[in-house]
Nanobody, 133 residues
Framework: QVQLSESGGGSVQAGGSLRLSCAIS????????LGWFRQAPGGEREDVAI?????????TYTDSVKGRFTISRDSAKNILYLQMNSLKPEDTSIYYC?????????????????????????WGQGTQVTVSS
């Protein structure tokens, strides 16, 4: 079974940066989707950034983070990253990494599933990111 563990969260001022890491153990499915999600206080969990591993790590981002966040992975070390720059107070959330848990047959499928959130089956415990103004 795949296990995920996030780290790197913390408190920063607006405009600052953080890099989140997600250590992945176990075997992910081939052509799986790896992603970062977040859940603000009182809000619903939402997709942030997704990688389609079977499609040259094709990445998609939610509109609110485009140009500020970058998702990447170190496949050799099985670590997923989220580089967050130009942080805003509205980025304050618990951030989770997750995997879909199955292969997909389209590079666009990961983003489609991520928008719904619940198809992702493997989740980390979350790491808190707080951005102050």
């Amino acid at each position: 079974q795949v296990q995920l563990s996030e780290s790197g969260g913390g408190s920063v001022q607006a405009g600052g940066s953080l890099r989140l890491s997600c250590a992945i153990s176990g075997h992910t499915a081939s052509s799986d989707c790896l992603g970062w999600f977040r859940q603000a206080p009182g809000g619903e969990r939402e997709d942030v950034a997704i990688i389609a591993t079977g499609y040259e790590d094709f990445a998609t981002y939610t509109d609110s983070v485009k140009g500020r966040f970058t998702i990447s992975r170190d496949s050799a070390k099985n670590i997923l990253y989220l580089q967050m720059n130009s942080l805003k107070p509205e980025d304050t959330s618990i951030y989770y990494c997750a995997t879909l848990g199955r292969s997909v047959t389209s590079q666009y499928a990961c983003a489609t599933f991520a928008r719904v959130v619940r198809p992702f089956t493997n989740w980390g415990q979350g790491t808190q990111v707080t951005v102050s103004s």
